[in-house]
């Protein structure tokens, strides 16, 4: 049982390692840089890194194998709520109701959110990865996402062009649209 931990822990270490990294790379490929230096470092905290090694199959985000054990997943609830990229994060009841309010992402956020989707494939897939499987990943949970609609259609169009075109063409996309986002902003 030790040994089967300890290698966990360097086995999910590996696959956020390089999670980040791919994230990281594609993040400056389109002038997100801040965000690329950031992106998912709450993974290394103990209330996220401890279930993800206890979970770790490799092949899937551990928090899933943690939600069909338990029916939620603890590391899970710690990383939506702490990372703008995750739709999750922008889900909030309205004050005294039970209706949830989709808040619309901001482009960055956005972005990132789909530059994660790429990544994630990429780790889970390995040499099986295409350019459309971020796309069916997206589209075979797309029931179950209580999301801000225009978001949804934007991830889904983003990911569509990702399958369409290729990653290189839709990096230089993606990196135009955070151009125009931060000329926005100024």
């Known amino acids: 049982m030790e040994k089967k931990i300890f290698l966990n822990i360097f086995r999910h270490l590996h696959t956020i390692n390089r999670h980040r990294f791919l994230v990281m790379k594609m993040c400056f490929q389109c002038g997100m840089y801040r965000q690329g230096l950031l992106h998912d470092l709450s993974k290394y905290s103990l ?15 551990p928090y899933g194998k943690e939600k069909e054990l338990k029916g939620y997943s603890e590391g899970w609830l710690h990383h ?33 959110s789909v530059l994660d989707r790429i990544a994630a494939s990429k780790v889970y897939n390995g040499s099986s990865y295409t350019d459309s499987k971020p796309l069916e990943f997206f589209t075979s949970s797309k029931e179950y996402h209580v999301m801000n609609q225009e978001n949804a259609k934007e991830i889904e169009e983003l990911l569509q062009y990702l ?16 151009t125009q986002f931060r000329k926005c902003l100024s």
């Open 47 to 61: 209330a996220e890194f401890v279930p993800s090694v206890k979970y770790y199959q490799g092949y899937r985000s």
């Open 80 to 112: 939506k709520g702490r990372n703008k990229h995750h739709w999750e994060y922008w889900v909030d009841r309205t004050h005294g109701q039970t209706k949830l309010v989709c808040i619309k992402m901001p482009m960055n956020y956005l972005l990132e």
């Open 163 to 178: 399958q369409k075109n290729g990653e290189k063409k839709a990096l230089a996309y993606y990196r135009n649209l955070y």
